[in-house]
């Protein structure tokens, strides 16, 4: 069964602090994968796409990493900041036109 | 500026009385897609659009009905709204699903009593 499946549910952290958030999937045929951020009350925002062939990828803070043997992928936040409170959701698609979507990490920072 | 704009963003109704939400975006894309989200559940998609005319069935089609009868816009219908339809809708888009990054609305909270 195609599934995705997320760790932790939720996360709280202090301000400055790093953390990684954990994704697998058993998605086959593997094509790509997404990390989204999802703010309170909008609508989720793409952060990084990764192909079969990337192992880590980067977006200002924000660094993905893929192990397509284990089917795992994690997205490391580092010097977290207040605005980084949001759900983190992994996405893998199972056709060229559906995904699958993981049910998200509530991350929490405090000051 | 490029965006999805959904219509309305809230809406408390009854049981039985016909709705559309109204979606529409400024990019040109070809790929339209609704979904519902629910506490503790990933995304559920419900209908997309390929292009015009083209639609297909998602994961949780029942109760709802779509339209593409222009590229920009995407309404989603419900002819006769149920409580177990009360959630989260959003709409995306997106010039193609493989690999390229959806662009979402900010919802549409419907609550049906």
């Known amino acids: 069964k195609n599934q995705v499946e997320q760790s932790p549910q939720s996360l709280i952290i202090l301000e400055g602090k790093n953390c990684t958030l954990q994704c697998n999937y058993t998605v086959s045929p593997f094509s790509n994968l997404r990390w989204y951020k999802q703010d309170t009350g909008r609508g989720p925002v793409s952060l990084t796409i990764m192909t079969f062939s990337e192992n880590t990828k980067s977006n200002g803070r924000y660094t993905a990493t893929l192990d397509a043997d284990t089917k795992q992928s994690s997205l490391h936040i580092t010097a977290s900041q207040l605005s980084d409170s949001a759900s983190y959701i992994c996405?893998?698609?199972?056709?060229?036109?559906?995904?699958?979507w993981g049910a998200g990490t509530k991350l929490i920072i405090k000051p | 500026e490029a965006q999805v704009t959904q219509n309305p963003r809230y809406l408390i109704t009854v049981t039985g009385k016909k709705l559309t939400v109204t979606c529409s975006q400024n990019m040109n894309h070809e790929y339209m897609s609704w979904y519902r989200q629910d506490p503790g559940l990933g995304l559920r998609q419900i209908y997309y659009?390929?292009?015009?005319?083209?639609?297909d069935k998602g994961d949780v089609p029942e109760g709802y009905k779509v339209s593409r009868k222009e590229k920009r816009n995407f309404p989603l219908i419900l002819e006769s709204p149920s409580p177990n339809q009360t959630s989260l809708y959003f709409c995306a888009s997106s010039l193609t699903t493989s690999n390229q990054p959806q662009h979402f609305g900010d919802g549409t909270r419907l609550s049906i009593l």
């Open positions: 659009s390929m292009n015009v005319e083209v639609t």
């Open positions: 996405v893998v698609p199972r056709s060229n036109y559906q995904l699958i």
